[in-house]
């Protein structure tokens, strides 16, 4: 070769090179990137065909890119490739003529030359191989090898790329995955302050699209009351200092629905040189911890208030009979005796409900079930309950030949029995007491109605939550904890059953429940 002629060899090949790592950094496709490649080389040494295989994750080679090369040709030569592995003997003389076999007959080109270089990545992994071939008599050089290595590894280094973006693909992929499904709400803001992107979960609880969350700032998004702790979305609040994270709490107040309390953790992200990124907003609904631990101090103060009264009206009671200075008569006697025992039963009472309740609390209600006739029930609770009061009149309103349920009776009788005495202890100024039933629909429906104080209707639906009194005069003097409805529809669902309540203030409550009749 002359030497002008060589230095336009030499100024192609860079040109090569050059284009080549154009296309390297414009981030093209795999396939394209190495069907550039593989053009170069070609076209450098003078190959006619030629193809870059590369590695699959079961070790075997497969054609990534083909240069002159009929479809055919892939044919024939995956079942080669497929049984070989990129081992270093894969690249020697003999396994290359094979090759060469292999491509000229599926070429019909007369093939005579083959050279081929593994693609080898920094950590020395071997990743695929480019094979040219071409046809004559002449060699490949040592000179067309070296040249050849140049093309080989700007291949490896755009597998290598696409491997990396894969990784980064999936990475993303995961992490997006992780955020969608989180059943924490996940805010993610700009340095701004303004919201990137908002989960499924974080819109909601806080009932916003992401699609009316994008960009706002983060204090018209997540509006929350009753705050403790540190918070960021509040107007005015700078994103936290780097190596900090902050904690709240507060609520979210939405029209028509219950209050939910939640903890939010801010957590500030910085790149390399310290500059804030996003601030990633974490949100956890933790209304059912707030309402345990509400819930446990109500029971706490509720509990040794009702424990206190029958307590010290006992010991009251047993140190008046103790005295020795005195000389009780047998009434007196009789009378101290029956208060003593009326507490004690009261006491007995509570102490029933509470084990109740913890054991419906842990899912531990036993039913005891057999043929229970509703009227019967209901019959003898007001024959036994009648004694207690004088200015109440009660009436029996079953319709005739009311089928029995399946049920357990004892339980049964805890329901009436805790409706009776509600029906009684809330109508203060007396008045009918009426208890009865109907069958409709497969299902036995009873009530226990009322004339007396009623409830309020925003309060009707928290009658039956475990300690809960509706706040009025009569609560403060009437005895309770606030357990029996709880209990009452524990026991009814727990039989499958159902219980509502309708009341006008002033006008009187009925209870009602359903129980199935299969
Ligand atoms: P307690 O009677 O021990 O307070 P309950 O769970 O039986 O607890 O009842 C919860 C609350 O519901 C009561 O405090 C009362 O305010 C209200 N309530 C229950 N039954 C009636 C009724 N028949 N009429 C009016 N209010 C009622």
Known sequence: MSLSLFSNYRQRQLEALLEISRALTARLDLPSLLRTILGYAAEMIGAEVGYVALLTPNGALRVASGYGLPSNVFHALAPYLAQKRAERDFWNEAELRRQLKIVAEATHIPLEQVVSLPLVLEDEEIVGGIFLFRSGSIAFTAGDRSLLRDFADQAAIAVRNARQMEQLREEKARVEAVIANSPNGVMILDPDLRVVIINRAFSELVGVTEEDAKEKPCHEVLALENLSGDHLCQEGRRPPPPTSVWHGEGDIIRPGYKRTTVGITYFPLFDRNGNLINVIATLTDITRYREAEELKSTFISVISHELKTPVSLIKGYASTLAREDANWDHDMIREIGQVIEEESDRLNDLINNLLDASRIQAGALKLDIEDVSLEHIARTALERLRTQTDNHHFELDFAEDLPTVQADSRRLRQVIDNLINNAIKYSPEGGVIR?????????????????????????????????????????????GVGLGLFLVKAIIE????EVWLSSEPGKGATFFFALPLT
């Open 435 to 479: 208890v009865g039933g109907w069958q409709e629909d497969g299902r036995v429906v009873t009530y226990v109605a009322d004339e007396g104080i009623g409830i309020p209707k925003d309060e009707q639906s928290s009658v039956f939550d475990r300690f809960f009194r509706v706040d009025s005069s009569l609560r403060r003097s009437t005895q």
């Open 494 to 497: 727990a039989h499958n059953g």
